[in-house]
C-alpha cells in the first residue's frame, strides 16, 4: 500500500450536480496532484497544490478545483457535472514538487448519470 | 506539450516468457520516466523508473531502457507469471514538473 487515501470509492452523481472528492497524502509528503482516469486511458493531469498553494494545472475547465489543507490533504471539486465527467479520479503524493517519485491512492470511481 | 505514445495496448504471453513494452516521448527536456502497474479497481503502483542520465535499469524480473536520443524507453519482464497480468503504463515527467502518461498495456500472462 502507498499510504494515500482517497474517499469515497465509489459516487454516482447527476448531470448538474456538484461532487467534492478526498485525499490523504502519504505522510510528510506535501505535495498532491489529481489526475483523471477515463475508461481505457491513461491517467490525464488537472492540477497540482504544493503548501496549500496551486502549482500546475492540466486542461480542465474552471469547475474543477481543488484545496490543499495545512496537513497536506486535498479535495477535487467539480462543479456542474457532464456525462464526460465520469471517470476514475486518482490522488497522487510526492514528498516534495522536486522529488519525481509519485505514490497513488486507489481512487475514487465517479459515475455521472 | 509532453506527448507520449505507448505499445502495443494488448499483449499476451504463455507464463515464462517475456513481454516487452514499448514507449515514445516528445519532450526532449523529460528527464524521468516510470512505469505503473495497475490492477483492476486499484490505483497505479510505481514498479520501475529511470533517469534521464541512465540508460538501463534492472529490478530483479523486470529491466527498463531508455534511449534518450530516440526519445524511446521500454519495459521489459522476463519469466513472467500469472500475477503480473495488469495493465502497464509507461509516464513522463515533464519540465512543467506533471506527468504525461501512455495509454496504457493490457497484459495476460495465459498459464
Known amino acids: 500500500e502507498t499510504g494515500v487515501t482517497q474517499s469515497p470509492t465509489h459516487l454516482i452523481k447527476t448531470r448538474g450536480q456538484q461532487v467534492t472528492l478526498r485525499c490523504s497524502s502519504q505522510?510528510?509528503?506535501?505535495?498532491v496532484s489529481w489526475y483523471q482516469q477515463a475508461l481505457g486511458q491513461g491517467p490525464q493531469f488537472i492540477f497540482q497544490y504544493y503548501r496549500e498553494e496551486e502549482n500546475g494545472r492540466g486542461n480542465f475547465p474552471p469547475r474543477f478545483s481543488g484545496l490543499q489543507f495545512p496537513n497536506y490533504s486535498s479535495e477535487l471539486n467539480v462543479n456542474a457535472l457532464e456525462l464526460d465527467d465520469s471517470a476514475l479520479y486518482l490522488c497522487?503524493?510526492?514528498?516534495?514538487?522536486?522529488?519525481?517519485?509519485?505514490?497513488f491512492g486507489q481512487g475514487t470511481r465517479l459515475t455521472v448519470v | 506539450g509532453e506527448n507520449v505514445e505507448q505499445h502495443p495496448s494488448t499483449l499476451s504471453v504463455q507464463e515464462g516468457d517475456s513481454a516487452v513494452i514499448k514507449c515514445t516521448y516528445s519532450d526532449s527536456a523529460s528527464n524521468y520516466f516510470p512505469w505503473y502497474k495497475q490492477e483492476l479497481g486499484k490505483g497505479p503502483q510505481l514498479i520501475i523508473d529511470?533517469?534521464?542520465?541512465?540508460g538501463e535499469k534492472k529490478d530483479q524480473r523486470i529491466a527498463v531502457t531508455l534511449n534518450k536520443t530516440a526519445k524511446h524507453f521500454s519495459l521489459h519482464i522476463t519469466e513472467t507469471q500469472p500475477e503480473d497480468s495488469a495493465v502497464y503504463f509507461c509516464a513522463a515527467l515533464s519540465t512543467g514538473n506533471q506527468f504525461y502518461f501512455g495509454t496504457g498495456t493490457s497484459l495476460t500472462v495465459i498459464p
Open positions: 497522487a503524493s510526492r514528498p516534495d514538487p522536486m522529488n519525481t517519485e509519485a505514490f
Open positions: 505522510s510528510g509528503h506535501n505535495t
Open positions: 529511470i533517469r534521464s542520465n541512465v
